[in-house]
């Protein structure tokens, strides 16, 4: 069962275009809905973040938009660059005060032309 | 700068081959997972440890092991490769301890992986 669907697959922009890449999740207990981005050869790495008590948050060119009562986030990339060509990772988790695992969308590759 | 670092960068195995790799960390993280990636189906978590020696399972724990016996080392054993286990290994490690407030939640930092080739 995947408990998190990521769409599209792969995706190509134009240079300033606004690539959005989207989300959905069925568990109800999460709380916590990071995105990773992974350059070729390298670990993914925290990007941007969000708890479901806000609809959207900013962080530089990275939006998240949150949509709790559908179950559905999405994270939108403005004035796109080249150096944004990367795979894009949602995810999930249960906040908890011990140990909290992530449950990973299967990736979106992003290709920003110049 | 928190740094994991894996082992190997590239390994090529035969099939029936036994296979440690090896992750370290330097932030003093509780938590540590590995995860294999594979194209179109993302990151699946293989094992996890939230303190030494302890071990937990993740969703697709069959034919691997792991070892934590050193807080910041955490191990994943292969003992008797096969051509499905060919794929992008990644280590992470976490700290359920919450930082700056913009730190919502559990941030894993994971190492730049190893690519295992079984032939």
């Known amino acids: 069962q995947q408990q998190v669907k990521q769409s599209p697959q792969s995706l190509i922009v134009q240079k300033g275009g606004i690539p959005i890449i989207n989300c959905a999740y069925e568990?109800?207990?999460?709380?916590?809905f990071p995105w990773y981005q992974q350059f070729p050869g390298k670990g993914p790495a925290l990007l941007i973040a969000?708890?479901?008590?806000?609809s959207e948050k900013k962080e530089g060119r990275f939006t998240i938009s949150f949509n709790k009562s559908a179950k559905q986030f999405s994270l939108h990339i403005m004035d796109s660059q080249p150096g944004d060509s990367a795979t894009y990772f949602c995810?999930?988790?249960?906040?908890?005060?011990?140990?909290?695992?992530?449950?990973f969308g299967k990736g979106t590759m992003l290709l920003v032309s110049p | 700068d928190v740094k994991v670092t894996q082992s190997s960068r590239y390994l090529v195995k035969r099939t029936g081959e036994k296979v440690f790799l090896e992750c370290v960390q330097d932030?003093?993280?509780?938590?540590m997972f590995w995860y294999r990636q594979d194209p179109g189906l993302g990151l699946r978590l293989i094992y996890f440890?939230?303190?030494?020696?302890?071990?937990e399972k993740g969703d697709i724990p069959e034919g691997y092991s792991v070892s934590r016996e050193k807080k910041e080392r955490f191990s994943l054993i292969l003992e008797s490769t096969s051509t499905n286990q060919t794929s992008m290994y990644l280590c992470?490690?976490?700290?359920?301890?919450?930082?700056?407030?913009?730190?919502?939640?559990?941030?894993?930092?994971f190492g730049p992986g190893t690519r295992l080739l079984v032939l």
């Open positions: 995810a999930a988790s249960i906040v908890n005060s011990g140990y909290s695992t992530l449950t």
């Open positions: 932030m003093d993280h509780e938590n």
């Open positions: 969000i708890r479901p008590d806000v």
């Open positions: 440890s939230y303190d030494v020696k302890m071990k």
């Open positions: 568990n109800t207990a999460f709380d916590y």
């Open positions: 992470a490690s976490s700290t359920p301890d919450r930082g700056p407030i913009w730190d919502l939640g559990e941030t894993q930092y």
